[in-house]
């Protein structure tokens, strides 16, 4: 199973091949710059291999690393919540090949079919809650007192 059909397999078979027809193939060097806080979130990506580092802005000092993601692994979530605004930057760690989704076309797909709609919304939210417990863990390791102890 290749690792968009691993991640998506959460959606079911037919909620997958909905989403997979609409998916291009494409690679990013390392070090290029996928997205930055803030900009107009209008894709995501399913990793196939490489590294993408999620990093935050932290004024007069480098981004902040929350995260490193690897094959099989979601980039990008802002697409799917009006704005539609990049909450984290993103950087290829490694060369990546990724499965690339436009977010109109998957938005407008989710539009016309409900039940897809809902299940795209339930694997999002759950990418979502994952990388929120990331992010709190990392931004701990970063700027918490000393011995702070793991999360509750």
Do not use: K
């Not at 290749?2 to 027809?21: C, I, K, M, N, W």
């Not at 930057?89 to 090949?97: E, K």
Request: glycine content about 8%; aromatic content about 6%; some cysteine.
């Amino acid at each position: 199973m290749s690792a968009v059909s691993t991640l998506l397999s959460g959606l079911g078979a037919e909620h997958r091949d909905r989403l997979q027809d609409l998916a291009r193939e494409v690679t990013f060097a390392a070090r290029v710059r996928l997205f930055n806080e803030g900009q107009h979130a209008d894709r995501f990506w399913i990793l196939r291999s490489g590294a993408v580092a999620l990093d935050l802005h932290v004024p007069g000092r480098n981004p902040a690393v929350i995260e490193t993601l690897g094959p099989g692994r979601l980039v990008g979530v802002s697409w799917l919540i009006a704005p539609y605004t990049w909450q984290l930057g993103a950087s290829a760690v490694r060369t990546v090949s990724a499965a690339e989704f436009d977010a109109v076309a998957v938005r407008s797909r989710c539009r016309s079919d409900p039940e897809l709609g809902a299940a795209v919304a339930l694997w999002t939210a759950q990418v979502l809650h994952r990388r929120l417990h990331a992010s709190r863990v990392r931004l701990l390791d970063l700027y918490g007192p000393a011995g702070s102890g793991p999360l509750r």
